[in-house]
């Protein structure tokens, strides 16, 4: 009974250094690719455009965020800046080039992001980790699916609610 007790202990031991080694690993790997190379902070246009929905076109002035389309209207600023961080989303997984765009949800997208003229098309959710099929360009990645929601606000959704 003892020498069980010993033999785990010790695999325990093996699994928190391999665990260690793993971490030291990735920290000092740094981050990983990004959905684009667009500063968040720098970006000046947005345009969001659904099958069956108004476009949504969001502009940074000097005063701020607009809403310009369907709609004039100050934008909330907490709302667009969470929406801009899918500009720096980790890239999570390349796809092979030849994928099935049809079947990831592509061809035709759920959705089109454009900033500042980049477009990103937005499709299906992988079904294991839940993640977003995005076209870039000629490429596919996966991204964490957390951004879809602010994606998928209304265009109403993104005038500034607080009366200012």
Known sequence: MRGRWLVNLLLLILVVLLGAAAQRELERSGP???LTDLDPGAIAEVVIER???????????AEGW???EPLEAPAGAERVA??????TAPVRRVLPSHSDLQALGLDPPRLTLTLDGLVLR???TEPLAQRRYVGVGDRVVLIDGQHYRD??????????????
């Open 51 to 61: 099958p069956g929905m108004p476009r949504t076109r969001l502009e940074r002035t």
């Open 66 to 68: 607009f809403l310009r």
């Open 32 to 34: 990983g690719p990004t």
């Open 122 to 124: 937005i499709g299906g």
């Open 151 to 164: 994606l998928a606000t209304p265009p109403e959704g993104f005038a500034d609610a607080s009366g200012d």
């Open 82 to 87: 969470r929406l801009l961080q899918i500009a």
